[in-house]
T-cell receptor, first 113, second 116 residues
Framework: QKEVEQNSGPLSVPEGAIASLNCTYS??????FFWYRQYSGKSPELIMF????GDKEDGRFTAQLNKASQYVSLLIRDSQPSDSATYLCAVNIPRSYGQNFVFGPGTRLSVLP | NAGVTQTPKFQVLKTGQSMTLQCAQDMNHNSMYWYRQDPGMGLRLIYYSASEGTTDKGEVPNGYNVSRLNKREFSLRLESAAPSQTSVYFC???????????????FGPGTRLTVT
């Protein structure tokens, strides 16, 4: 089982709809969780992080964390064509040598005008 | 602030050639990372450096060496390039804030490497 899993997509939603991106992780020692957006040919950029169970909202984005189910999600409200990108889920797992970020394979989102 | 810079942006190597990818950050971060990204595989950690003078292997270290030259610079060396090392390489840095408070990574623009 991979440490961080995501549906590869593509996930297609119409403009103005809610896009829901999901991520599951296997290590119960995971402490913090990140969502990065990556446009084609560009480097990842951080959208949000969350480390407590529940919801965290930032503008059109909401991250949801459920540690019991080992599940983290990202909701994008009022989706725009500019949101079309690959979304990477990353999990911060403490290791004996320090911290380690483990990334999922990413979900490709396409917002259709 | 330039953030995280990487050189070169593109490189084509022949099998068996060697090269060094350079990375520098100006954010005074302690931790630096090298990742490779392949289609459908996400980002995979090659090497990690928690501070100047220390380095640790990540998930896919074989075929690579690293040097943490000082707090700013972290280089990745391919001693004998192989076609399997064709990938996009990203350097990243992060600030240490302790075990509980999360901290994010800042990525460089990437180096697109092709080994023929």
């Amino acid at each position: 089982q991979k440490e961080v899993e995501q549906n590869s997509g593509p996930l297609s939603v119409p403009e103005g709809a809610i896009a829901s991106l999901n991520c599951t992780y296997s290590d119960r020692g995971s402490q913090s969780f990140f969502w990065y957006r990556q446009y084609s040919g560009k480097s990842p950029e951080l959208i949000m992080f969350i480390y407590s169970n529940g919801d965290k909202e930032d503008g059109r984005f909401t991250a949801q964390l459920n540690k019991a189910s080992q599940y983290v999600s990202l909701l994008i409200r009022d989706s725009q064509p500019s949101d079309s990108a690959t979304y990477l889920c990353a999990v911060n797992i403490p290791r004996s040598y320090g911290q380690n970020f483990v990334f999922g394979p990413g979900t490709r989102l396409s917002v259709l005008p | 602030n330039a953030g995280v810079t990487q050189t070169p942006k593109f490189q084509v190597l022949k099998t068996g050639q060697s090269m060094t990818l350079q990375c520098a950050q100006d954010m005074n971060h302690n931790s630096m990372y090298w990742y490779r990204q392949d289609p459908g595989m996400g980002l995979r950690l090659i090497y990690y450096s928690a501070s100047e003078g220390t380095t640790d292997k990540g998930e896919v270290p074989n075929g690579y060496n690293v040097s943490r030259l000082n707090k700013r610079e972290f280089s990745l060396r391919l001693e004998s390039a192989a076609p399997s090392q064709t990938s996009v390489y990203f350097c990243a840095s992060s600030e240490e804030r302790g075990m509980v408070v999360p901290y994010e990574q800042y990525f460089g623009p990437g180096t697109r490497l092709t080994v023929t």
